[in-house]
């Protein structure tokens, strides 16, 4: 009698463990490895998606030109981000508001560089009148958000060229203020688009193969 209590004690106990378990994942950010769905880093300057790929419309491979030509998308250098903002230290906002408090103060107008701009100024080794401040220039450590298993090999520039859209793996980008990655990159993940899109190959079986063929992404 004693050996049977026993036993279904330790089932008891077997099964609390198990549902402890299962709780505990189903409510915290638990991922499978190599699942980063949600993924969402303080980067080093707070650049907007929101506002430049929202607002004013600039265009993914403006920035992020290596999607057409190669498999990263790569990260923009701070000389892209200076063909604009040599000339737009701060938002129209702040320059807006300098302008009416010069003019109520009966003074020169200020310039106004944003904190974040200053940063890139600071990088390049700039001081804020973009003359060399003597300091050394040094790279903008930005955090990658969107990472692949080493065995895993994906190209920007085929997806690029076969018409998919950034927002298809990325999410709405335009409406982010900061990023973060939306989709889990699981291999059912991107199986799942890959035979939704071999169905319009109809005519081409041999692509609607390669789409699904493990060569294709593991070799």
Known sequence: MDKLFGKQLKYISLIILVLGVVLII??????????????????????????????????????????????????????????CHKFVSASSDSLNLEEIQAEKEGRDI??????????IYTALGYDEQLQPSGEASKPVEWI?????????FFSHQAHNNAGVNCNECHGEIETMEQVRQVSDLSMGWCLDCHREAGENFDTAPERTKLLSDCSTCHY
């Open 26 to 83: 189903s409510n915290s950010n638990y991922h499978i490895p190599s699942n980063n769905e949600g993924y969402q880093p303080e980067q080093p300057i707070k650049f907007s998606h929101q506002v430049h790929a929202g607002e004013l419309k600039i265009s993914c491979l403006y920035c992020h030109f290596g999607a057409e030509k190669s498999r990263h998308a790569g990260i923009p250098a701070l000389s892209i981000c200076m063909n």
């Open 110 to 119: 200020k310039t106004v560089i944003s904190p974040e701009i200053a940063k």
């Open 144 to 152: 990658k958000i969107h990472n692949l298993a080493d065995y895993v």
